[in-house]
């Protein structure tokens, strides 16, 4: 269990910029990845997510369905959807 807040998806959506932050969303988990951005191996196609959905985006780049990659993100996690 956790005691992290729960947020909406309009209120994730808000987040899609450097500036206003970056979140995404991943199996029912919000993510704020503004400080991963610049680290990311795939460099700003990152950015594609912002404010949404990974799945779709991780689909598509196999290379993340590793478990090194979950633990990287589950250090961002701000809340559940
Ligand atoms: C590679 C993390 C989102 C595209 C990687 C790698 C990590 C990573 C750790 C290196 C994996 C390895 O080689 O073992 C993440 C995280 C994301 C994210 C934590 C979200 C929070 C995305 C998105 C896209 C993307 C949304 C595309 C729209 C790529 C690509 C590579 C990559 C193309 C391969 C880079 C290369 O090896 O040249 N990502 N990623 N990533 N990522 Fe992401």
């Not at 704020?32 to 780049?61: N, Q, R, S």
């Amino acid at each position: 269990s956790s005691s992290l807040p729960v947020f909406g998806q309009e209120e994730v959506s808000k987040h899609r910029s450097l500036s206003e932050g970056v979140w995404v969303t991943f199996r029912g988990g919000v993510y704020d990845i503004t400080d991963f951005v610049a680290m990311h191996p795939g460099g700003e196609k990152i950015l594609l997510a912002a404010g949404g959905a990974l799945e779709p985006f991780w689909a598509l780049y196999a290379v993340h369905n590793q478990e090194h990659v979950l633990e990287i993100l589950s250090e961002y996690k701000v809340g559940e959807l």
